[in-house]
């Protein structure tokens, strides 16, 4: 029974409707009951694919991802220099796919989680193996709040409504995604589609495509949208990608955006690939990924903070690093940070 309930929690993370907004089914993401990956890399898994995933793996790979068998680089970050910074472009990565971005003094946070554990319940689920880089009473004044979509590992409540408490920033999400966190008492939110943009504080957030999904629950699939952002500001770009699968929508967004600075890029939950592939890319397609932004600076996440999927823990980076080298891309532009590790661009 504790294996079926993990399992259950394990699929809403990996995997509230609400009204106010009209579908628009002329666009090819838009369905009258929720949205749907346009493109045709993507292919749909069902729930009795997800137990076969489940119920297949071998024992052996317990070891395989049990965080114990590994130690991971980390770095103390009481973020002194962070909080007196008000000019430099910066990113620091906090763990998994939060990371605190400076630009044009601003402070912007992506899928912020500090709980324990990526779950509905704080008993069960997917347990955090490596503690947050900043303690989020370091954290300087938060201005933005960027959320991919609302998986528990990325919309993580308990951070969101803890943040809003400290610091009432401006919460940017997909749209059908705003009463879910207005019904939580977080009241400054703006909901975007896909090519949607706001312009606050001197700067054009933008919500671009990914190739996801989203839910909460086992009822709730693609009632949300996910995506990714854009962030322009006065002379810096930066590109957060949330969760997704390798697809032909990077080279859409390069068209767009032609000048990227900062690609911040997931690289982790990849296995096994025939479950995962149509919504997680592994390393490869990250490096893919990269080069098809035409973007100038690769950041990896989305690893090394819970254990999600069936690939080594330590697998992800060595993977990258891997495929960086191998496209002979500049090798100082790929930015393999300890989690809590800042670096200021020039």
Same mark, same amino acid.
């Given at each position: 029974?504790?294996?079926?309930?993990?399992?259950?929690?394990?699929?809403?993370?990996?995997?509230?409707?609400?009204?106010?907004?009209?579908?628009?089914?002329?666009?090819?993401?838009?369905?009258?009951?929720?949205?749907? =990956?346009?493109?045709?890399?993507?292919?749909?898994?069902?729930?009795?694919?997800?137990?076969?995933?489940?119920?297949?793996?071998? /024992?052996?790979?317990?070891?395989?991802?049990?965080?114990? =068998?590994?130690?991971? /680089?980390?770095?103390?970050? =009481?973020?002194?220099?962070?909080?007196?910074?008000?000019?430099?472009?910066?990113?620091?990565?906090?763990?998994?796919?939060?990371?605190?971005?400076?630009?044009? !003094?601003?402070?912007?946070?992506?899928?912020?989680?500090?709980?324990?554990?990526?779950?509905?319940?704080?008993?069960?689920?997917?347990?955090?193996?490596?503690?947050?880089?900043?303690? *989020?009473?370091?954290?300087?004044?938060?201005?933005?709040?960027?959320? /991919?979509?609302?998986?528990?590992?990325?919309?993580?409540? @308990?951070?969101?409504?803890?943040?809003?408490?400290?610091?009432?920033?401006?919460?940017?999400?997909?749209?059908?995604?705003?009463?879910?966190?207005? /019904?939580?008492?977080?009241?400054?939110?703006?909901?975007?589609?896909?090519?949607?943009?706001?312009?606050?504080?001197?700067?054009?957030?933008?919500?671009?495509?990914?190739?996801?999904?989203?839910?909460?629950?086992?009822?709730?699939?693609?009632?949300?949208?996910?995506?990714?952002?854009?962030?322009?500001?006065?002379?810096?770009?930066?590109?957060?990608?949330?969760?997704?699968?390798?697809? @032909?929508?990077?080279?859409?967004?390069?068209?767009?955006?032609?000048?990227?600075?900062?690609?911040?890029?997931?690289? !982790?939950?990849?296995?096994?690939?025939?479950?995962?592939?149509?919504?997680? *890319?592994?390393?490869?397609?990250?490096?893919?990924?990269?080069?098809?932004?035409?973007?100038?600076?690769?950041?990896? *996440?989305?690893?090394?903070?819970?254990?999600?999927?069936?690939?080594?823990?330590?697998?992800?980076?060595?993977?990258?690093?891997?495929?960086?080298?191998?496209?002979?891309? @500049?090798?100082?532009?790929?930015?393999?940070?300890?989690?809590?590790?800042?670096?200021?661009?020039?």
């Amino acid at each position: 029974m504790n294996k079926l309930i993990f399992s259950l929690l394990i699929y809403s993370t990996l995997s509230c409707s609400n009204a106010g907004y009209f579908m628009n089914e002329k666009k090819p993401h838009h369905r009258k009951d929720g949205f749907v =990956n346009p493109y045709p890399t993507y292919k749909e898994h069902n729930f009795s694919d997800f137990l076969k995933w489940r119920w297949n793996r071998g /024992s052996e790979l317990e070891k395989v991802i049990d965080p114990k =068998n590994y130690k991971f /680089s980390y770095v103390e970050n =009481n973020a002194e220099e962070i909080r007196k910074n008000t000019n430099k472009f910066s990113v620091t990565w906090i763990g998994h796919a939060t990371s605190l971005i400076q630009l044009d !003094g601003k402070n912007i946070l992506t899928d912020p989680i500090w709980s324990e554990r990526c779950s509905p319940l704080s008993f069960v689920g997917p347990k955090r193996y490596v503690k947050p880089g900043i303690e *989020m009473k370091n954290l300087p004044r938060i201005h933005f709040v960027l959320i /991919s979509h609302n998986h528990y590992d990325h919309m993580d409540l @308990p951070s969101l409504k803890e943040l809003n408490k400290r610091f009432s920033p401006t919460f940017i999400v997909g749209l059908k995604n705003k009463q879910f966190l207005e /019904s939580n008492g977080i009241q400054n939110v703006i909901e975007l589609d896909w090519w949607d943009h706001v312009f606050r504080d001197g700067l054009r957030i933008h919500f671009t495509p990914t190739q996801h999904f989203s839910a909460r629950g086992l009822l709730d699939r693609n009632e949300t949208l996910w995506g990714s952002f854009i962030i322009e500001g006065q002379e810096n770009t930066f590109y957060f990608a949330g969760d997704t699968a390798y697809f @032909p929508g990077f080279k859409e967004i390069a068209e767009k955006f032609p000048r990227i600075d900062l690609a911040i890029l997931p690289i !982790g939950a990849y296995e096994p690939r025939w479950f995962m592939s149509p919504v997680h *890319m592994d390393p490869a397609g990250a490096v893919l990924a990269f080069m098809d932004l035409k973007a100038k600076y690769l950041l990896p *996440m989305h690893y090394q903070t819970f254990v999600l999927t069936d690939e080594p823990l330590d697998e992800p980076l060595k993977l990258c690093k891997k495929e960086y080298e191998a496209k002979q891309l @500049p090798p100082n532009h790929l930015l393999p940070l300890k989690i809590g590790e800042t670096y200021f661009f020039r």
